[in-house]
């Protein structure tokens, strides 16, 4: 049975001007993917007004709730003991979103809660892509 959990998290957009602007995501985890997290920021976070979703490794969450993590469109680290940094890189430039530490802490223990770390099966996850990937072949 799939089980997914879904938690708002206020943030602040930091702009090139260094101005702190007040951002809305929500966490996504789903037992359906258990390596992943989802980011969704509404249309108002973006440049063309369109919402956005950024998919990355769990564990990368997990890791950059402590120290500098991540080497590619995502990464993480941290900004005190209260702060987390989330770097969004795409071709269009860069998206610095800084969150609370606590409230991502408290979502990565609830997808713990889901599938606990270590346990991810993702057998059945890799068929369904190699099934949608080959379908018609």
């Known amino acids: 049975m799939e089980t997914t959990l879904a938690q708002s998290v206020r943030g602040r957009l930091i702009t090139a001007e260094e101005q702190e602007l007040p951002v809305r995501a929500a966490f996504r985890y789903s037992s359906a993917d258990p390596l992943a997290v989802h980011v969704d920021f509404p249309p108002t976070a973006s440049l ?54 606590p409230d991502l802490d408290r979502f990565l223990l609830r997808s713990h809660a889901v599938v606990e770390a270590g346990q991810e099966d993702v057998g059945e996850a890799v068929e369904r892509g190699l099934s949608s990937l080959f379908d018609g072949v």
């Open 48 to 101: 063309d007004g369109t919402a956005v979703t950024w998919t990355f490794a769990r564990v990368l969450l997990e890791e950059g709730l402590s120290a500098p993590a991540g080497g590619g469109d995502v990464r993480l680290r941290p900004c005190g003991h209260a702060r987390t940094i989330m770097e969004f890189h795409s071709p269009y430039g860069l998206a610095l979103v800084e969150f609370d530490t």
